[in-house]
C-alpha cells in the first residue's frame, strides 16, 4: 500500500513539473490577456509541445482567476503583446518621501536635567554708560542767558593754568638734545617749560630779572627749575641767558610760531571737533596768543570747512586787525594797552606764518572795549565760578557787546583760560555792572553834614554801605541790590551833593 502511493506521488509530482517548465505557445486572441501573468516563469502551461491550454474553474473550461486585482495592476507596470513583440509601459510613483530613521535617543546624565538659573541682569553696563557718554553734552549755564548754546573749553585746568602746556609738552618731546634748556621771561610759556623739562629730566634754568615778585620765583623752584636773577629788567636777563646757553650748550626758549610748538596747541581743535562735532564756530582770544589762534584753525577747517573761527583781541590792542588791513604783520603798533588786565603784549608775537595761517583761515575778527571784558569776567566768576582773566573773558564780552548776533540759536565753543585775578579787577567789574556804587563827595565843616549823608544812604536800602573819612571829603562804597537802584542813588546824590564824583567808571 505504501508503495502505491508513492508511486502515485511521484507520478503526480514529474507531471506538475513538466507543466511548470513547459514551453509555452504564442497566445491566441481568443485567450485571455493577463498583464500580470505575461511573464514565463509565473505562468503555468499545457506540458504537452503543441497542445493548448484552458483555463479550468470547478471542472468547467474558462478564465483563470487573476491572482491581484485589476484595479492593482497599475502599480505593477503594464504589459502589451502585439504580434509576439513584448511592449512595456514602466510607472514609477513621484515624489515619494524618503523615510529616515530616527537617531536613537541620547543618554543624558541625571545632572543634565538639573535647571540651571540664569545669571541675573546686570544693574549698569558699560554700554550704558558709553550711550549716556554720546548723549550728554554739558553746555555752559550762560546759554539761557544770551540764546545760545555756550560751551567752554577751559584750559585753565592744565597743572600751571595755561593751554600753552599742550605746545611746550610737543616741542620738549621733539628736542634731539637734552642737556638743557633756559627761559628768561616770566610768562605762562617759561612757566610750562619749567614743569615738563623737569617731569622729562631735563636740565631747566630760569634766568629771571630782580623785578620778579617772590611768589613767582617760588613757583619756578616748585616746579623743578634753577632760578637765577640777573639784571633789573626782562631785556637784561634775556641777553645773560642767551650767553649762557651760547657757553654751555643749552638750548635757548621763547614763545615763537616753531612748527612743533604750534602742533601742540593745534591739538585743541582737534579735541572740540572730537567733542562736539556739530558744532558751528569757535571763539579764540587773540591777544598775545595768536599762535593758538591759528593752529586751531588750521586743525577745525581741515575737519570741517564749514565751521567759523572767530577771533577776538582788545580794542587798545588790535595787531590782528590792523595787520589784516596792512596785508602783513605790523611790527610798530603805537598802543598802549593796560598791563594790569592784559599783561605785556608786544608785536612780536605775531610772526609772518601765524599772520598766513590767520589771514587764509580766521573768518572774522572782532574788537572788544576794556569794559566789556571785566564784566565778562565776573559773569565768569558768579555764573560758572571760574576765575578768570580778561584776555580769557574777551569772547563773552564780544557777545555782550551785541558783536556777535549770528551765533544766536547756534552751538559754538569758548576757549579761556584761567589765572589769579587782583582784586582791583573785580571791583571795577562790579561798579561797571551797577552792582557797586564808589564814590567821593566833599562836606561841609558842619558836623551834622556826615550824618545826612548817611540818612541818605539808610533810606535807599543798599545791602551795604561802606565809608572812608578824611579832613576835606568822605568815599564811600555801597552795594547796590540792582542795577534800577543803582541808578536811583546815583539821581538822589547828585541833586543833593552837586560836587560829588563817582569812581572806577
Not at 142 to 159: V, W
Request: charged share 25%; proline share 5%; hydrophobic share 35%.
Amino acid at each position: 500500500m505504501n508503495f502505491a502511493a508513492q508511486l502515485f506521488y511521484s507520478s503526480y509530482l514529474s507531471e506538475r513539473l513538466e507543466r511548470l517548465f513547459a514551453p509555452r505557445p504564442a497566445i491566441k486572441d481568443s485567450e485571455e490577456n493577463d498583464p500580470f501573468w505575461a511573464r514565463e516563469e509565473l505562468r503555468l502551461g499545457p506540458s504537452l509541445p503543441g497542445g493548448s491550454y484552458k483555463p479550468v474553474c470547478n471542472g468547467a473550461v474558462g478564465r483563470r482567476p487573476t491572482l491581484i486585482e485589476p484595479e492593482r495592476l497599475k502599480d505593477f507596470g503594464e504589459e502589451e503583446l502585439l504580434n509576439g513583440d513584448a511592449k512595456y509601459h514602466q510607472t514609477s510613483v513621484a515624489g515619494t518621501p524618503e523615510i529616515k530613521l530616527m537617531d536613537p535617543p541620547k543618554t543624558r546624565r541625571v545632572s543634565e536635567f538639573r535647571i540651571i538659573p540664569k545669571p541675573p541682569a546686570q544693574f549698569l553696563r558699560f554700554e550704558d554708560i558709553s550711550a549716556a557718554a554720546f548723549t550728554i553734552q554739558s553746555y555752559s549755564r550762560l546759554s539761557k542767558q544770551y540764546g545760545m548754546e555756550i560751551f567752554l573749553k577751559k584750559e585753565h585746568l592744565h597743572y600751571t593754568g595755561s593751554v600753552k602746556e599742550r605746545g611746550v609738552l610737543y616741542l620738549l618731546t621733539s628736542l634731539t638734545q637734552r642737556k638743557g634748556v633756559i627761559v628768561a621771561t616770566d610768562c605762562n610759556f617759561s612757566m610750562a617749560v619749567a614743569h615738563h623739562a623737569a617731569e622729562l629730566k631735563i636740565p631747566v634754568f630760569a634766568i629771571m630779572p630782580s623785578s620778579c615778585s617772590s611768589p613767582r620765583l617760588r613757583t619756578y623752584r616748585d616746579y623743578g627749575a634753577m632760578v637765577i636773577s640777573y639784571g633789573g629788567t626782562s631785556h637784561d636777563s634775556q641777553n645773560h641767558a642767551r650767553h649762557l646757553a651760547k657757553e654751555n650748550g643749552y638750548l635757548y626758549l621763547e614763545e615763537d610760531e616753531s612748527a612743533a610748538y604750534l602742533a601742540g596747541l593745534g591739538t585743541v581743535g582737534m579735541e572740540i571737533f572730537d567733542q562736539i562735532p556739530k558744532v558751528d564756530a569757535v571763539v579764540i582770544p587773540a591777544a598775545g596768543q595768536y599762535g593758538l589762534l591759528a593752529s586751531t584753525a588750521t586743525a577745525l577747517k581741515y575737519l570741517n570747512s564749514q565751521i567759523l573761527v572767530i577771533g577776538v583781541e582788545p580794542e587798545s590792542f588790535p595787531l590782528l586787525l590792523q595787520s589784516l588791513k596792512a596785508d602783513s604783520p605790523i611790527k610798530n603798533l603805537h598802543s598802549n594797552p593796560n598791563k594790569k588786565l592784559y599783561g605785556d603784549f608786544n608785536e612780536r608775537s605775531l610772526g609772518a606764518n601765524t599772520f598766513c595761517q590767520s589771514k587764509k583761515l580766521i573768518n572774522k575778527v572782532i574788537p572788544v572795549s576794556e569794559e566789556d571784558s571785566l564784566v565778562a569776567m565776573l559773569r565768569f566768576q558768579e555764573v560758572e565760578h571760574s576765575t578768570v582773566d580778561t584776555v580769557g573773558a574777551m569772547g563773552l564780552a564780544a557777545i555782550l557787546a551785541g558783536q556777535l548776533p549770528e551765533l544766536r540759536g547756534k552751538k559754538w565753543v569758548r576757549y579761556f583760560n584761567a589765572v589769579v585775578v587782583q582784586q582791583q579787577c573785580v571791583d571795577r567789574a562790579l561798579v561797571l555792572d551797577d552792582r557797586v556804587s564808589k564814590f567821593s563827595v566833599q562836606l561841609g565843616e558842619w558836623p551834622g553834614d556826615m550824618a545826612k549823608l548817611l540818612d541818605v544812604l539808610s533810606r535807599e536800602d543798599l545791602k551795604s554801605c561802606e565809608y572812608f573819612c578824611s579832613c576835606d571829603k568822605s568815599i564811600c562804597r555801597s552795594n547796590c541790590q540792582d542795577k534800577t537802584q543803582s541808578t536811583q542813588l546815583r539821581k538822589t546824590l547828585n541833586e543833593r551833593y552837586p560836587s560829588i564824583c563817582w569812581l572806577d567808571r
